[in-house]
Structure formats: structure tokens, C-alpha cells
């Protein structure tokens, strides 16, 4: 059981049944009344955020959990199939609870999988990665003042900005946490 003290941004706790992370946890002493902790929590599940305020003293349940390293294989109709790289353990994973990750996920990819009650919840890819540039469109000459840039369709399937000089082939490396892209890399 977690105190109130031990609340901090990161924290995985269990409000009401349902997992939820710590968000923003900020230490209330108002001039009248009791100490609290004012709280925003993520709901893993569902991605709301909640707010609530929790007295000091008060016994907060931890969240039951786990972060596997699984490597991604490939995908299968609307699922992504990824195996455990402890257990050789094939697990499928839906498309909505893969959510936006699926754009930086190419084979054999190694990427942080939660679960809850052994169940998969959410999918973590590295922070960056490297993708080949399948399709771009040559760059247009004049304006580039202000820094101009083109759609390009890299070997995941996601469609990104780039800058005018990236070509067809380039490998570059993406920020998965934005999505943008970071610089071009030599393979």
C-alpha cells in the first residue's frame, strides 16, 4: 500500500478498480482544515484523465502492473502479434489498445508491452527508431525560408513531414514520443 507521501508523477496506482498513473501530484496545506495531496490521474484503461484530491494518510492501492520487453513480429489482420523475449511466448495485440505506436513498428522491433491483470494494455515503442522512406515526393525549390518540409511514407505505413532534402530510401530517425523526425541516418 502506498501513503500519500509516496505519491509522484509516474506512479501506477488502483482508484475505484480500474489502473490509473500519476500525471501531476501536487502537496496542499491550506491555512484551515487538513493537509491533502491535489492529484491528476491517466485511467490506463480508457486514457481519461481524473482529478481528485486525496487527505494525508490516506492508503493508496497499487496497480497490479507489469512491463514485458516483447519484440514485435508482425501483423495479422487488425491485430499486431508481438512475442515475450524472456518466454518465446506469442501474444496478439488489438490495433486499439496498440493505438498510435503502430506507426513506428517494423519486424523484430523490441518494444515495453503493459499489462494488468494479464492483460495487455498499452504498447511502448524505444523513443527513437530508425525507418526507411518508402515514398516522397521531390523537392520543390523556392520558398525555404521558413523551414519547408513534405509528407513522406516510411516502411511502418505512417506519413510524416520531412525535410525537402530527404529522398525515396533514406533511412531516418524518428521520435516516437512526437512523431517528428529527428535526422537522416547511414545504414
Request: proline share 4%; hydrophobic share 35%; glycine share 8%.
Amino acid at each position: 500500500m502506498y501513503d500519500t507521501s509516496d505519491l509522484r508523477k509516474g506512479l501506477k496506482i488502483l482508484q475505484d478498480g480500474q489502473p490509473y498513473i500519476v500525471v501531476q501530484a501536487d502537496f496542499v496545506k491550506p491555512g484551515k482544515g487538513a493537509a491533502f495531496t491535489r492529484t491528476k490521474m491517466k485511467n490506463l484503461l480508457t486514457g481519461g484523465v481524473i482529478e481528485r484530491n486525496i487527505r494525508s494518510g490516506e492508503k493508496i492501492e497499487p496497480a497490479d502492473i507489469e512491463d514485458h520487453e516483447m519484440t514485435f513480429l508482425y501483423k495479422e489482420a487488425e491485430d499486431f502479434v508481438f512475442m515475450n523475449s524472456k518466454t518465446y511466448e506469442q501474444v496478439n495485440i488489438t490495433k486499439n489498445i496498440v493505438d498510435d505506436a503502430w506507426k513506428f513498428l517494423k519486424d523484430n522491433l523490441v518494444v515495453q508491452v503493459m499489462f494488468f491483470n494479464g492483460r495487455a494494455i498499452g504498447v511502448t515503442p524505444p523513443n527513437f527508431v530508425n525507418l526507411k522512406v518508402l515514398k516522397s515526393d521531390p523537392g520543390v525549390r523556392g520558398d525555404t525560408s521558413s523551414g519547408a518540409s513534405k509528407p513522406a511514407t516510411l516502411e511502418s505505413g505512417a506519413t510524416i513531414n520531412v525535410p525537402l532534402f530527404i529522398n525515396e530510401g533514406d533511412v531516418l530517425r524518428i521520435d516516437t514520443r512526437s512523431g517528428d523526425y529527428v535526422e537522416r541516418v547511414k545504414e
